[in-house]
Structures are given as structure tokens and as C-alpha cells.
């Protein structure tokens, strides 16, 4: 038999219930904070990872779905969604055409990682991208589309927040960070040595328990904030505070991926266990410009569907539609008829087996159809056929024609 890889799921029945539910759910917030649907390629060239996720990350160090094409080309399935949107973004020109791009999308990503609770080799990610605001209130803006998106599926969550600093404060801050991380070598692990020398602030999520207990010390980077970054920090608290969004300010919190400045956050749920962060992003006003494009300041998040799925409070099914059963092969031919018919208006399920009464009402229940319609030969003889209706329990004799 032939399984499914690992770390890569099918999404069928209540999980696609689940799935759907929260696709509408996050696109209708996503529309009413005036962002548009955008769909990009699932295999884009590696260079374009490389580029803005960062060498230095995991992601692109070890976890790319990475091969050479028929055409000699380099290329992977996408790790992430922001890289291709940008990509998009610049290859359309709405770099040089200035004003302000919203974005959403969602779709499967691909990681290498090693797979565990919550931790997928293909899963999807909802996801939005704002370009062309440089104003903190766009920061803030994507947190509570978060938010709203969090509390119409009744997902309770704690928000981290920091800020990455901007190419004015975090080359300093980097210097005496190395400096202090330098002085704990022999104690860190091999992953932090490599860190140290190619992108220094990971360290500070290592997650190895005995470099954490070392780093306790280490200067932080939210005391170094330069003034602009330091203003919009405190701006982005003030508009959250306005809005009653709690959050807590996490000065590890530095992100997996190498393209972020200023404002970083992530969304995490203490009820799915250790992978937690159930929607992480930031700014990164240098990606475009690093792509080529013309500098454009950007900002955008992205939510992980499966472990949102652990957590969604489904609304109670409602009882909708028909189900419409035969009770004697005479009548099957009838019923696929009238189902097309019906079908036109209605959700209709049938079944092509003939039951009798007491077992058609049982199917009829089984896929919540609020009707169970039946007919055998003598309802045929007399045109008509027998409709139960489920909610409310009253029977009935209709004409076809009525039906
Ligand atoms: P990310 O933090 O790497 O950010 O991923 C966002 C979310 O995707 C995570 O919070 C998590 O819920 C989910 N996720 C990540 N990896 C896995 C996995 N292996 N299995 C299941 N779920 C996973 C980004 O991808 C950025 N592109 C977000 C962004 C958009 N920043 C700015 N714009």
C-alpha cells in the first residue's frame, strides 16, 4: 500500500469542514481591511529564498524542498508565502507604481523539517501583505486583523511582541551582542557558534535550555532602539492598549526568517502543545528594495491553518437541504430525476440503494439534511412523494409538481 509522506496530510471531511470554515472566516476580515486575493506559484527559483528568507535561516539552510528542474533551473516549493508575493509585487511594477498594494492569500507551504505535533513537511498558511505604509498604524492594523480573525473562531491566544530595530540601531546592538555571545563560546551549542558569525540574533531563540540559561544576561536589543524605532514601538503599544489587545513584550522573540526590521510578532496558543505560534510576522521595509524593486516599506503576517484547525470552535451544524431515498427499485430512476431537479436550488443527497422508511430517516439524519423525501411505486402511481421535514417533525404528502 502506498501512504502518503511523512509530515504531509489529506484534508477530507470535518477537517475540510474545519479548513474551509476558516478560509471564509479569515477571508471576509482580510476584505473588510481592504486587502485583495492574490495566488502565487507553488515553485519559484531558490534564489528567491536565498535571497530574502536568509542563507543563515533553517528554513533555507535545511529545510527547502530543493531540486534542478528539466531545464536546468534551481528551484523549490515555496517555504513561505511573503517571498512570492514580493516577487509578484516587484515583476508587476507595483513597485514603480507607488500608493498603497494590500494582499491575502493562502495555500501549502513546504518545510524539510522533522515532523511532530503541529509540525508539518507540507501545510498551509493564510496569509496578507501590505505595501507602500510606513506608518505604525499599519503595524498595528495586522495585529488586530489577527485578532479579529482569532476571536470570530473563538481561539483564545497570547500576543509577543518586540521590535527587530532598523539599519540605524541594530548594527550596534549586533556588535555587542556578538561580543557578549563570544564570551560564552565553549558553553553554546554548535547551531549558536554557527549563528554567532552569520546571523547573531537567533541565538537569542535558540531553543537549547543551557545557552538560554547564559543568555539570560545578554544586552537587548529594545535597549538599543534608535529614536524612530524606539517612537514606533512605544506607538504600536499605545494603539494596541486603545484597543484592548493585550500583548507582552518578548525580547527574544526574533523570528525564523532573516528579512524582518522594526516591528516582529507572533500569536501563540497554550492549548496545542510545543509548537504553539499559531500566526507570526513584521515589517520588512529593505525586502523589496533587496529584490530589486524600488524601496517600498512593507509589513504582513501569516496564520498556520492545521494548528488553527486543533483550536477552531465550529459553529453548530444546521440542518439544510434534502435527502430523497427510493423504497423500491421502480422509484430509482425518479429519484436521480427530481434530485436534478431540486439540485438546481439545493443541497441534495441521495442514495441509490432502495431502503426502506425507518432507514432512509436514518441516512437522511446522518448527512443533516433538514428533509427526507421519499417515493416508491405507489407514491409513482400517484404522483407524488412523502416529505419529512426533520427540524420541525411534521410529514406530508406533496404532488411531484409541488415538490
Ligand atoms: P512563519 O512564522 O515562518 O512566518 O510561519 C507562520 C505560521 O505558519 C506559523 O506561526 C505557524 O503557525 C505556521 N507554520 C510554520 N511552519 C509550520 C510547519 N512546519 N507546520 C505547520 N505549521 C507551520 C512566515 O512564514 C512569514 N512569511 C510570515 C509573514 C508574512 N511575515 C510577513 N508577512
Redesign the pocket.
Known sequence: MINSLR?MNDILSDDYERFTYFISAATKIAQRYGFHFIETPLLEETALFKRSVGESSD?VGKEMYQFIDKGENDVCLR?????GVVRAFIQKKLDRAGGIHRFFYHGA?F?Y?RPQK????Q?H?F???SFGVDSVYEDASMIMMVSDILKELGIGYRLQLNSLGCNDCMPNYREELVAFVRKCEGGICEDCVRRVDTNPIRVLDCKNGSCQELYIGAPKLINHLCSDCGNDFNTLKKILEDNNIEYEVNTNLV???D??SKTAF??VSDNIGS?N??????R?DRLVEFLDGRATPA??????????MELIVMPEVKKDGYYIGALDDEAIDMIVKIAHNKRKTDVVAIDYKTKNLKNHLKAADKVNAKYCAVIGSNEIASGTIWVKNLKDKTEKTVTLEEF
Open positions: 509530515g528554513i517555504p513561505e508565502g511573503t517571498a507551504m518545510r523539517e503541529g509540525r508539518l513537511r501545510f498558511q496569509g496578507v501583505e523570528r525564523g526568517l528579512y524582518y507572533e500569536f509548537q505560534a499559531i500566526a507570526g510576522g513584521g520588512y509589513v504582513g503576517f501569516a496564520m498556520g491553518i492545521e494548528r488553527l
